[in-house]
């Protein structure tokens, strides 16, 4: 959004290649700055395990826009420095990675207005004291204005031992 109290709350952006190393990094610098965390990622799985635990149709286009408008979800880093996705009081980090659900998160991605809810949604995570946030296009058209844009590369060999 255009709020110039909003453009106030710093944002650093982390981007690359999958195994690249992105969320560790994005982890170590939002808990060195006590910085609100986004894992754009997996919005789009944390849809569609909503979507499926709600038994919705997943062609109810209109339905599916509600649920992605309405994500209740928080990234928490936990004791042992794993990230922790929260959705409606639960942690689903482990649900959200099955096939099933990364079947039904390719086709609700597919969904426009889905996409834009998500996208207003990606943006409503910037709250004080600041966000990193991780994820593809996150420096270039979620958070254009970030202070910091970072871009991490790695080798093919270290991204495939990384899976």
Not at 30 to 58: C, E, F
Not at 63 to 76: K, M, P, Q, R, Y
Not at 88 to 110: H, N, P, Q, W, Y
């Amino acid at each position: 959004t255009n709020s110039p109290v909003l453009k106030m709350i710093p944002v650093i952006t982390v981007d690359g290649p999958s195994a690249s190393g992105k969320g560790s990094l994005t982890r170590k610098i939002a808990q060195k700055l006590n910085y609100n965390i986004l894992d754009s990622g997996s919005l789009y799985r944390i849809t569609a395990y909503l979507v499926q635990k709600h038994k919705v149709d997943i062609e109810d286009i209109p339905e599916i826009t509600n649920i992605a408008n309405h994500l209740d979800v928080a990234f928490e880093i936990n004791s042992e420095k794993k990230m922790e996705i929260i959705a409606e009081g639960e942690d689903i980090s482990g649900k959200i990675r099955t096939e099933l659900i990364g079947g039904c998160a390719s086709l609700v991605s597919s969904y426009a207005q889905v996409r834009e809810a998500l996208m207003n949604r990606q943006r409503s995570f910037r709250v004080l004291p600041g966000l990193v946030a991780d994820g593809r296009d996150m420096g270039t058209v979620v958070f254009p204005d970030a202070a910091v844009k970072i871009y991490v590369t790695a080798d093919v060999e270290v991204r495939a031992n990384r899976r």
